[in-house]
DNA sequence: AGTTGTTCTTAACATACATCAATGCACATA
DNA sequence: TATGTGCATTGATGTATGTTAAGAACAACT
C-alpha cells in the first residue's frame, strides 16, 4: 500500500498523526485477472484504490454488450459513486484487466478522514468535481466527435493505457466496434506514412 | 426568489436565522430569451438557480455545431462547475431558451452557507453525486442505445422539456441531427398506432 | 396584411459505422 | 510439436444516421 500511503499524505495532504489513525482502516486485496469484485445488483460497498493493475466498469446491455465506462491504472479510484453514497445497486461490474492489488477504501473511512482533516475534505471535493469535468468532456466527445477524433484524443488522453488495454475494450470505451477501432487505426497509420 | 428560498429552506434544509444571513448575499437577474450568460473562454462566476424559464448549456464544435450539454428549469441550477470551481475558463455557451429569471449564486455563498449549515454541506455533496450519477448514466446510452432509445428515455425522463424545447435542440442533446429525430419520431408514431 | 425567419417534415442520396464471416497470429497449455 | 483460445485484421454487405434541398406550418416584426 505505499502508492496509496504516498498518495494521501501528498495529495489529501493528511499528517502523521492522522494518518497513523486513519490507516488502520483500510485493506489490501488482491485480485487475479479477470475476477469480478462488483456486479449490478450489488451495492457498491468500497472505493478501490489501485495499487497495481488495471481494473474496469462497465455495463453489459439487453443483447450481451458490454460498455466500459472507466478504466483504473495504479492510482486512480475505481467505485460506482452513486451505488456507494446513495447506498443503492449499481448497473456496473468492475473487474480486473491485469492482476491487481487494491486498497478497499469504505465510506466511514471518507466520512473518518473528512473530519479529521479539512485538507482531505478539500481533496474530496477536488476528486468529486475532476470527475465531473471528465465526465463532461467525454459527453461533449460522444455528441461531437467520429470515432477517428475520440480515438486520437483517448491516446493522448491516456497513453499509458493505449498499449496495456486490448483494444476491443478501447473499442467498447469510444462506443464502436472492434472491427471499426481496427479500421481507424488502419486510416491514421495510413496518414501518419504519407506525412512522412 | 420565491422558488430559491423554498428550495434553501426545504432541500438544504437551512433554518430562518441563517436564512437572513445568507441571504442578503444572493442577486436575481432576468434574461430576456436568446441572450447569453456565459461563452467559452469566459470564466463561470455564478451557479444560476431557475427560477422560472428555461436555459441550456451548450458547445459549438469547429463546424460551427451545436451540442447540448444540459437543459435547466424551473428549480434547477446550471452552472460550469468545473470552470468555476477551478477557476478555469469554460468551453461552454449558456443562453436563454425562454424568458428567464434566475438567482446568481456566486462561489462565497456556497462556502459560506457550507460553514453555516451542516445540511448545506451535506445537500452539496448530494447535489454532486446525483450530477455525477446522471451524467454516467448519459454516457452509458450515448454509449450503448439507438437514437430511438434515447429518445423514449429522453421523454420519459424530462415530460416537461419535450413539450417547451423546440425538437432541434432535443436533437442535439441526443446527438443527433433535427431530420433524425423527426424520422424516429414518424416511427414511434407509425409503432403506437398500429398498438392501439 | 405582408414579409421574414424559424421549426418541422419529407425525400433522395451519401457515408460512417455495424454485422457477419473468414483468416492469420500470438500465446498458452497439453 | 500439436492444439486450442482470444485477439486483431480484412472483405463483403447491411443499416442507421447524416447531408442536402425543398416545402409547409407557424410565429414574429414592420
Known amino acids: 500500500m ?3 500511503t504516498k498518495y494521501l499524505k501528498a495529495k489529501a495532504n493528511i499528517a502523521e498523526p492522522e494518518f497513523q489513525t486513519l490507516i488502520k482502516k483500510i485493506k489490501v486485496k ?32 439487453t443483447l450481451g ?25 449499481s448497473d456496473l461490474f468492475i473487474d480486473a484487466i491485469e492482476d491487481t492489488d487494491v486498497v478497499l477504501i469504505d465510506p466511514q ?5 473528512s473530519e479529521i482533516s479539512a ?4 481533496y474530496n471535493e477536488i476528486a468529486l468535481h475532476n470527475h465531473i469535468r471528465h465526465q463532461q468532456k467525454r459527453i461533449n466527445l ?13 491516446i493522448k488522453l491516456y497513453p499509458d493505457l493505449t498499449l496495456r488495454v486490448p483494444q476491443w475494450m478501447i473499442a467498447s470505451y469510444l462506443g464502436i466496434t472492434p472491427e471499426s477501432l481496427s479500421r481507424v487505426r488502419k486510416e491514421l497509420a495510413k496518414k501518419n506514412f504519407k506525412q512522412n
Chains 1, 2 share one sequence.
Open 119 to 122: 485538507s482531505f475534505r478539500k
Open 2 to 4: 505505499q502508492n496509496f
Open 142 to 154: 460522444l455528441l461531437s466527435a467520429s470515432a477517428e477524433t475520440r480515438y486520437i484524443k483517448f
Open 65 to 89: 454488450k458490454e460498455h466500459i465506462i472507466q478504466f483504473g491504472s495504479e492510482n486512480w479510484i475505481v467505485v460506482d459513486r452513486s451505488s456507494t453514497f446513495f447506498n443503492e445497486p
Open 30 to 61: 488482491h485480485i487475479p485477472k479477470g475476477n469480478v469484485i462488483l456486479r449490478p445488483g450489488e451495492v457498491c460497498q468500497h472505493s478501490f484504490f489501485v495499487e497495481s493493475g488495471l481494473l474496469r466498469a462497465y455495463t453489459v446491455d
Open 109 to 113: 473511512f471518507i466520512t473518518q478522514a
